[in-house]
Structure formats: structure tokens, C-alpha cells
């Protein structure tokens, strides 16, 4: 049985991942793995559940935070508890990689691989209902809606520039061009809140865009989600504050709340902007008003 199934995802970082894969092979040279290049959005996803489906032990997702999730949903799908995941972080963000400890420096990452330290982590699993049906996901690092969720969908548009800089762009334009906050029903834990709210993150880990900490206690292991959501504020107050979220001192401030819960159903007067590991899990065209996230405890295997 083949011991690992690596995939590459050489649209990463926008195509700076492809540079990586001889020097990869070379530090990874030890390991018996078959090596396979995605050729389009969710063929990650397929080839990890293949993977996972024929036994294999390992699946190593090469690229960003989107190319880790679509790895996890391949595994997770299948349901197959023997199967780990490795990550050998290329994207713009690598936020989950970060979360886990693992090198920035890909051939770093690729020789933690070697080490074969295993643990076990929780995920995030969000299901909304659109006009065409019923959408789910699983997440490992970062979800939001709202005003974080539009600079996602902004980010996509930010040509020249790379990595946290491209995020930190698109957050002063979505600032600037953007947001009206949509009224929201939320149950956190069956507790009620009911207001106008800008933005809204359930996350796993600490770090979201590369450099945004806005969640800054978030622990992957401890069975809890953790949670951010603001007030809605005036662009003036929205540029000091971004700031305050690169550093994670952003809830010190009246119109933050940090939180932590297991279960959170959002309903909105609008359609939502959704994003799931910095992939948009719903766009405005999606109509998507009704959501409902939920912690899995201890569902991924993980060799950080």
C-alpha cells in the first residue's frame, strides 16, 4: 500500500507553489508516496477521498488554507478514521499550518512530515440553506460572515500583491466600498443575540488572512469554537481597529465580543457572504439568509 498520496495545488500563492515541487521531492525522497497535481477547484477534494477510500494512511495537502480544506472534506467524506492529514503550507495565508505550529518554510514543514507526530483536532462544520438546496462544509481553521467574508470575496480581486498584504488590501477596500450590516438572529449556544452585527468569525484557530488575529485564544484541540463578532462602526473607527486584530488586542473595544460555544445558528435579513479556510463558501448571489455551524470534536488526524 502506497504510504502517502501528496497533493499539490500549483495554482497556490498564484502559482508559486508549482516552484516547490523538486525541492519537496527531494527532502521528502525517504517516503513512499505517490504525487499528484489538482487541475481545477475541488480535485483536491476527490483525490483525498480516493486516498482515504483505498486505505492509505497519509494525505498531504501542498498549498494554501483552501487546498488543506478541500483535503479534509476529501477525508472527512469518506469516513475513514485511519487516514491522517500532513500540510506543507504554499498559499497566501497558511493560517491553519500556523495555528498548528508547523514552519512557515515549506522543505521545514515537508522534514516535520518525517517525524510522523501525530494529533488529533477539531473541526468546524457549517450547513445553510440556499434557494437550490442544502450546502455543508467542514472548516479547520476560519469561517465568517459578513464583513470579513467580503474581503475574502475582495481578496480574489487583488492583483500585484501577495500573501497578508493582499489581505490587509482587500480589508481597506471592503472598509472603504462596503458594508452595510445585516440584521442577524443568532442562538449561541441556545443563548439569543438579535442586532445589526458587521462581522462574525467561528473559528478553530488563532489566525485568519494571513495576519489577523481575531481570535487570539483559539486552541485547534480543546473542543470549542471560538468566536468574534462586532457592532457595526464608522469607517473612521474601522481603520483604527485593524490595527488592533493584526496585533489581537481588537477585544479590548466596546463594539467586539469574544466568545466560545459548540453550536451557533445565524439567521440574517440579507443574503450572507460566507467564507470557510478563505475559500467562499457563499457568495451574495448564493441568497444564503439561514446557517448553522457546529463544532466536531477530535475529527481529524493531523501529523504536526
Known sequence: MTRAVIILNPAANHTRASALWPRLRKTLSGLEADWVETEQ???????????????????VAVGGDGTV???????????APGTAIGVI???SGNDFSFSLGLP????????????????TVDVGHVQGEIPQGRRA??????????????VAIESNKVRGVHGFLRYLVAALRTMLFYYHAPHMQVLIDGRPVTKPILMFSINNGRRIGGGFFLTPQAVPDDGWLDLCYADPVSQVTMLRLIPEAMRGTHGRFPCFRLERAR????QADRALPVYADGEIFADYDDDLRCLEVRVVPGALRVIA
Open 89 to 91: 503550507p504554499s498559499g
Open 263 to 266: 453550536h451557533v445558528t445565524i
Open 104 to 119: 512557515a518554510q515549506p522543505e521545514a514543514a515537508a522534514r516535520r512530515l518525517l517525524e510522523g507526530r501525530l494529533r
Open 41 to 59: 477547484p475541488g480535485h483536491a477534494m476527490r483525490l483525498a477521498a480516493e486516498a482515504a477510500r483505498s486505505g492509505c494512511p497519509l494525505v
Open 69 to 79: 480544506n478541500e483535503v479534509v472534506n476529501g477525508v472527512l467524506s469518506v469516513g
Open 137 to 150: 462544509r467542514y472548516y479547520v481553521n476560519g469561517f465568517g460572515i459578513g464583513f470579513d467574508a467580503a
